[in-house]
């Protein structure tokens, strides 16, 4: 690992800030420093895309324009509207996060970083990014971008995936981080990582801070950073049942753990039960989905695209979902967690996976 002196240190701050001053990204979280507009843009920043992000953000606030709005929500409606973000996980975060600052805190946030992962949902980079951007502490905010950036720039050797990764990047960024301005600081680094320093394809050439670069110096910008193998997919197989009767449907909430946690979804069962009888369908719908159906009442069933499906990849997961359609003549007796409602849907917070599911449905039928 390189180390550098005072000099060089501010060297590197005044050219880095120097290119975020002119050419940093006009994004609508940075027009101020607000902490809820850092902490809301960081927690959908973990998972997605700035692009894909932006219409998200300010859908939101014009929806919980403050914490306390955000507080006063129930969680049916913050995940209707976090709907197509994905790991939902964040969205009830959020709303225990706003319950806490407005119900226990009187509407101020911690300004430390111990005080600001004591919320859930907040971890270390996180807390970085709001304590140096909303409140101007000297931390670092360590996320794929700063891995990338400073193991370049510095050398370090250590996997990035490994346990003590942040600890040996913390301590190598900490001292580059200027005392004025830890905050922009931050979000330039994010900048340079998702730019000239990105992971694929990088243009290290024209960097502001090739100079500083020792990966590229040395011609061996594709080693860094260290990273093990990823683990491959656990590949699914699901069935998605279609219980449908005229125009409504039978619509189901998940469970309150695990994948799709609490979203809607037309009934799931596990594995492809495209050619099993219908009294075994009914019977697999009782066991394991609790919905009650009368073999009687089924007047038709059709598997819906044949051999086609719908793909999905999760983190760790690719599920292929096939889709069969059961339509009945008499409502089937459901659990509390269904309820017969309209084929299409505007008011449940639906998953991604469900949007695919319907539209394959209506293409294919």
Request: glycine letters at 4%.
């Amino acid at each position: 690992m390189e180390h550098w002196d005072e000099k060089k240190i501010r060297t590197f701050q005044q050219t880095l800030l120097n290119w975020y001053d002119e050419k940093g990204r006009d994004l609508p979280w940075r027009r101020d420093q607000d902490p809820y507009h850092v902490w809301l843009s960081e927690v959908m920043l973990q998972q997605t895309g700035v692009q894909t992000v932006i219409p998200y953000y300010e859908k939101w606030l014009a929806r919980f324009p403050t914490v306390t709005d955000l507080a006063a929500a129930d969680e049916d409606t913050v995940l209707h509207q976090w709907a197509g973000l994905g790991y939902y996980s964040r969205a009830r975060n959020l709303l225990k996060t706003a319950q806490i600052i407005t119900n226990e805190r009187n509407g101020k946030w911690p300004k430390t970083v111990a005080g600001l992962k004591a919320l859930p949902g907040i971890g270390d980079y996180v807390a970085g990014a709001v304590a140096s951007i909303a409140f101007g502490v000297p931390t670092p905010a360590i996320d794929g971008n700063a891995y990338r950036v400073f193991s370049r720039l510095l050398l370090i050797d250590t996997d990035i995936t490994s346990s003590q990764a942040r600890k040996v990047f913390a301590a190598a960024i900490t001292p580059l981080i200027p005392l004025d301005r830890p905050g922009d600081f931050n979000q330039a680094v994010m900048d340079l990582g998702s730019s000239y320093m990105k992971a694929k394809d990088p243009d290290s050439a024209h960097s502001p801070v090739k100079e500083f670069d020792a990966a590229y110096r040395l011609g061996i910008t594709a080693q860094y950073p260290v990273r093990s193998p990823r683990k491959k997919a656990v590949a699914k197989t699901y069935t998605a049942i279609v219980l449908r009767i005229n125009e409504q449907v039978v619509w189901q909430q998940r469970p309150s753990r695990g994948l799709l946690a609490s979203l809607w979804t037309w009934p799931l069962l596990a594995g492809d039960q495209r050619k099993v009888t219908v009294p075994d369908l009914v019977a697999l719908l009782a066991t394991d989905r609790k919905i009650a159906i009368s073999p009687t009442t089924v007047l038709r069933s059709q598997v819906i695209g044949g051999d086609a499906s719908v793909d999905h990849v999760f983190t760790h997961q690719h599920w292929t979902v096939y889709v069969r359609a059961l339509t009945l003549s008499e409502p089937p007796v459901l659990p509390a967690s269904a309820q017969l409602l309209p084929l299409t849907q505007q008011k449940l917070a639906l998953p991604t996976l469900q949007k695919k599911i319907s539209q394959f449905y209506n293409q294919e039928r």
